[in-house]
């Protein structure tokens, strides 16, 4: 196993995620929680220090426990990580004059264990920088193996005491070589073999969601998306019937995913379900309400007042399981008090679990969303469930630009069922982190055999993203353009217009409101 020391950088989950995808168990703790006893206990092979926003040139920033360097473990700095290392081994540390941000060239000065299989002496090759302060002197028993245009020790090395640092960031994929480096460190400094898997994975989580809950209960929200159903299928693995799971039914969900969903939790894996008819309720609230925030306000709200009451009637919970994914957390970390403006007021249920006085057992926090998938499949979860593109929880309503009725939701429903089924036999579902149809409020005249008709515009989306942040409109051919709007316009009543939206985010956001 391998301890992360966090000294607070963006991307130290990146870190944790290239070592499990090397098959080697790691974890991170936050480096004020850290002492030499605590690393004794952990009993790691290997320890990463991260990157973080804090200079080491400011006293009382960040350092690395004393101890670490009074044990024989192999370290790897990176970015602060690196610095703080060299700081507190006898090196210096100054405020560099030309910030490194982005993009940079690795030139290899020397083999090392690290390069292994990925450089050689001379290669030169992309590097991502993100820092304003550079190592200026090496401590002792160090030697530089590679150096950048504004980092003359980029790659250090100390082979005698397994002692390793870089200052660009190895897990990020703008190093495209990077994730090699970190596998090399835990697997050829360390020494870690490469068995971790998401079992592994699967029977931990299991193990920490017994200790934490006990015997007491769990309520679960399940909307039908991939993360609280993997939740709640390994929460349920844990501790059984404890888990009640509340399904609530906004009437705003796509082509049978409400079957789908009931089926596969009550029948499949029989775990106990409740599923509540809401569409009336949040239909007629939305009756005649047309501005998006609004909309999603009214949803957010009913939302949780429907599953506050159905809880309630079996007795309450102690705890609120919840899907939460590391991007999530990271997300929620610099929005709330952020200086960031609200695009979207996001529907979930913050605020539930103080006004329901439960705790929250979250046990995907730490996974990427392909990682959830991974463990979804491991949970034998079916395809699919676990393959499904994100889906926002005001469901519809944000696809129906204007006021949402059952009429529009029908209509967008069969729409949306037709171009995925195109999508799918194109082989492409896949490839498209999200697609989509929406249902404007705006006709148009059309003709459809001798008659005229004068019905809905239907827009299609599709995009690429990684992780919903930043996303590039998907290119497809004409030719399946025309055959999706061929399709859509014979087979779905209402509509007799398609077209295709070519916007990226940013400027562009994925949902259309
Ligand atoms: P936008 O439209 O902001 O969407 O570019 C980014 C990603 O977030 C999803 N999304 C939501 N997910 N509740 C959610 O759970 C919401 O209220 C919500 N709004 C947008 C959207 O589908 C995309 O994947």
Redesign the pocket.
């Known amino acids: 196993r391998i301890l992360i020391i966090d000294f607070g950088s963006q991307v130290t989950q990146l870190i944790a995620r290239r070592v499990r995808e090397g098959g080697v168990y790691c974890e991170i703790h936050p480096f004020n929680k850290v002492t030499g006893e605590s690393i004794r206990e952990f009993n790691p092979k290997g320890v990463i220090l991260s990157g973080g926003p804090a200079s080491v040139t400011h006293d009382d920033t960040p350092r690395a426990p004393e101890e670490l360097f009074e044990t024989d473990l192999p370290v790897l700095g990176i970015c602060y990580g690196q610095q703080t290392l060299c700081a507190q081994l006898g090196g210096e540390v100054s405020p560099g004059k030309h910030h490194e941000f982005g993009r940079a060239q690795l030139e290899v000065i020397d083999d090392c264990i690290l390069f292994d299989g990925v450089w050689s002496k001379t290669d030169t090759d992309q590097v991502w920088m993100s820092h304003g302060d550079t190592v200026t002197k090496l401590p002792d028993g160090f030697r530089v193996v590679g150096k950048s245009g504004n980092a003359p020790f980029a790659a250090i090395a100390d082979d005698a005491r397994r002692y390793y640092a870089v200052q660009f960031h190895p897990e990020v994929v703008h190093t495209p070589r990077g994730a090699e480096l970190l596998k090399n460190f835990v697997h050829r400094v360390c020494g870690c073999g490469g068995e971790w898997t998401m079992a592994h994975f699967r029977a931990e989580e299991i193990a920490k969601i017994r200790k934490q809950v006990g015997d007491k209960r769990v309520i679960c929200g399940l909307?039908g998306?991939v993360d609280s159903s993997v939740a709640a299928v390994l929460i349920h693995e844990a501790i059984g019937d404890q888990l009640t799971c509340i399904y609530v039914d906004h009437g705003l969900m796509r082509l049978n995913e409400s079957e789908q969903v009931v089926t596969v939790f009550r029948d499949h894996y029989n775990i106990p379900l409740i599923h509540r008819d809401a569409s009336d309720l949040f239909l007629g609230k939305l009756a005649g309400v047309t501005d998006p925030e609004k909309k999603?306000k009214i949803i957010?709200g009913l939302f949780i007042d429907v599953f506050e009451e159905e809880a309630a009637k079996i007795g309450g919970a102690d705890f609120l399981a919840q899907g939460t994914l590391y991007p999530d957390v990271i997300e929620s970390v610099s929005f709330h008090g952020g200086p960031s403006v609200t695009?979207?007021?996001?529907?979930?249920v913050g605020g539930l679990p103080e006004r329901m006085n439960m705790q929250l057992v979250e046990p995907l926090r730490e996974l990427f969303k392909d990682e959830v998938r991974d463990l979804g499949r491991e949970l034998g979860l079916p395809e699919i469930l676990v393959g499904r593109?994100?889906?926002?929880?005001?469901g519809l309503a944000?696809r129906i630009p204007g006021e949402v009725t059952r009429e529009a939701a029908d209509i967008l429903r069969q729409a949306d069922a037709v171009y995925l089924d195109e999508i799918r036999k194109a082989g492409l579902y896949d490839e498209i982190?999200?697609a989509f149809a929406v249902l404007l409020p705006v006709k148009t005249v059309g003709v459809m055999g001798d008659s005229r008709t004068y019905d809905h515009v239907c827009a299609l989306r599709a995009v690429t993203?990684t992780d919903?942040?930043t996303?590039d409109s998907y290119p497809f051919d004409h030719s399946f353009l025309s055959a999706c709007a061929t399709r859509i316009i014979n087979e779905v009543r209402g509509v007799n217009r398609v077209v295709y939206d070519c916007t990226s985010?940013p400027p562009?956001?994925?949902?259309?409101?």
């Open positions: 909307s998306g999603r957010g695009i979207k007021s996001h529907h979930n593109h994100p889906f926002p929880g005001p944000i982190w999200q993203s919903g942040m996303a985010k562009g956001t994925i949902e259309w409101e």
